[in-house]
């Protein structure tokens, strides 16, 4: 799910003064976050016409619908993927990992880390990090905080994890919007580099609504298409950044 500050952090990233929000990270208007919570990232190599769609809280039964529009398009995606949820339904995230898509860790609970301690922290992401490879037999990369909450904790767990933090350029809302303020919200703000950021879960909910979602991905992806848009993954978007 994502941070309520999304849009005014977007606004202020896009206006490039250094800012800070109240998910309580800081970031400059390169997209860069300063490392005192590790290293991410929040958009991709400029000049390029590339972009990234990411999906956070998955899997869900919704997962295989978004990943036959993806299909369709031969279109890879990021997805972003809770322990507890591999858990239940490793097969979802076998899904995944069998098509072009990259798979990152969203930790195991979907906690709010604010205030957490650094061995609850890190214990986590490594039950997720452990779900994921042992359902997918890949080990993530990359890590995005739930509700883009990061806290003291995070940059040694990520040192130990081998983990780069993903934030968002463009975040979809698509917890509350209908399917059509998702796609004019999505196109409306997608530019070279973008990472966009929407939900194929719902926390650790098993069987989450998410009509919505699916919905806007059925529009936004041949949309971004025809606007000469190429779709990546969030490693292959940022790979000179990282
Ligand atoms: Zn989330």
């Known amino acids: 799910m994502g941070c309520r500050a999304g ?3 977007l606004n202020e990233v896009g206006r490039g003064r250094l800012t800070s929000n109240q998910c309580g990270y800081w970031r400059n208007g390169l997209g860069s976050a300063r490392p005192v919570f ?10 390029r016409r590339a972009v990234a ?6 899997p869900s039964p919704a997962t295989l619908d978004i990943l036959k529009i993806l299909a369709e398009h031969k279109a890879p995606a990021t997805f972003f993927q809770c322990g507890q949820n591999v858990l239940r339904a490793p097969e979802l995230s076998q899904a995944v990992a069998a098509g072009l898509h990259e798979i990152g860790n969203h930790s195991h609970t979907h906690p709010n880390f604010a205030l957490e301690s650094a061995d609850r922290i890190f214990t986590e992401f490594q039950r997720a990090q452990d779900a994921i490879a042992r359902a997918t037999l890949k080990t993530p990369v990359l890590l ?6 990061r806290w003291f904790g995070f940059r040694q767990m990520q040192q130990r994890l081998n983990l780069t933090g993903v934030m968002w350029t463009v975040i979809g809302r698509d917890w509350k919007l209908s399917a059509n303020a998702i796609t004019d919200r999505v196109l409306a703000n997608t530019q070279d580099g973008a990472i966009i950021c929407l939900h194929d879960g719902r926390g650790i909910t ?5 009509r919505a979602t699916v919905e806007a991905v059925r529009r936004i992806v041949p949309a971004l298409l025809e606007k000469g848009y190429h779709l990546e993954t969030v490693s ?5 950044r990282r």
Request: hydrophobic share 25%; net charge positive; no cysteine.
């Open 236 to 240: 292959q978007l940022t790979a000179a």
């Open 53 to 58: 769609l990411t999906f956070d809280d998955g």
């Open 38 to 47: 590790g290293a991410s990232v929040s958009r991709g190599r400029p000049g």
């Open 144 to 149: 995005r905080a739930p509700y883009g909450v």
């Open 206 to 210: 098993e069987n989450p609504d998410r």
């Open 7 to 9: 849009r005014n952090r």
